[in-house]
């Protein structure tokens, strides 16, 4: 009870470039850096991500939520935002909003020298489907909670 | 669809200090100013809110919710955090986590001579309830979506 609001830092929670991706996605996955914040917090409605990506790195591969919101916000560095209109690059103080179901796709690159970190929160809907039009992927959330990556053929990874 | 993904500052979006708290209890929570992030940005499943708290005033009575998760991020300025176990300064850069149905009630309340800035997220779970420790007030969020206040006798306000 009396320990419930917790109070900390960034540097109190851990780091890890793990990623859900299957082969070969999975080594471009890794220079993103997450600390998750909202699980360390003790929060289980909504996600809340502190990640920080090399140089060279991305956030995901490109992908759009059917169901799950996301919201950005440039913490910072400077960073190419590809959505499927293009590209263009965001700074510290900017946010970045991605509505479910839209089907706009979108990835963080950094193309820059240094490491870039942004603040990112998502919901838990169940049920999600993200799709990803750059690669042989398709991922969904089944009803029993678990998130499984498909191939475009159906076949699972 | 291609308009989906918002790219925004802060200035783009409008600052209200309109407060839904009947009397007596408004004029103490009108020296908060909110952006809504995320409803500009177009997203539904949880609040984005960067709020600004003038010299004096609170970001809200404090309160506790049984079902609604709520994290915050201090952004710029020194603003005193009080919930159940006392009171402490929170600095820019520091996280503060207020998982749901813990009872641990809190607010901010901003006791230095300039302006706070920090951003907080909390999701929109249905039939909340907001239980407020040291104001005759009493939250509920209907099964029909609107959050009305109570005194609590139980007498609608």
Excluded: C
């Excluded at 799950?68 to 263009?88: A, K, P, R, S």
């Excluded at 990803?132 to 991922?139: L, Q, R, S």
Aim: net charge negative; aromatic share 8%.
């Amino acid at each position: 009870m009396t320990k419930a609001t917790k109070v900390f830092r960034p540097e109190d929670v851990p780091e890890s470039n793990a990623t859900g991706y299957p082969e070969p996605y999975r080594a471009m996955n890794m220079m993103r850096h997450a600390r998750r914040i909202g699980e360390f917090g003790g929060l289980t409605n909504f996600g809340v991500n502190l990640v920080r990506i090399e140089p060279g790195g991305q956030s995901s591969a490109r992908h759009a939520h059917l169901k799950q919101d996301e919201v950005v916000l440039i913490l910072d560095g400077d960073i190419t935002l590809e959505t499927n209109e293009g590209e263009q690059i965001v700074t510290p103080g900017t946010y970045i909003t991605f509505p479910a179901g839209t089907g706009d796709a979108h990835r963080f690159v950094n193309k820059t020298e240094k490491d870039v970190v942004f603040l990112v929160v998502g919901d838990k809907t169940r049920e999600d489907v993200v799709t990803y039009p750059d690669i042989d992927m398709h991922g969904v959330g089944g009803a029993d909670g678990i998130f499984r990556y498909y191939r475009k053929d159906g076949t699972l990874y």
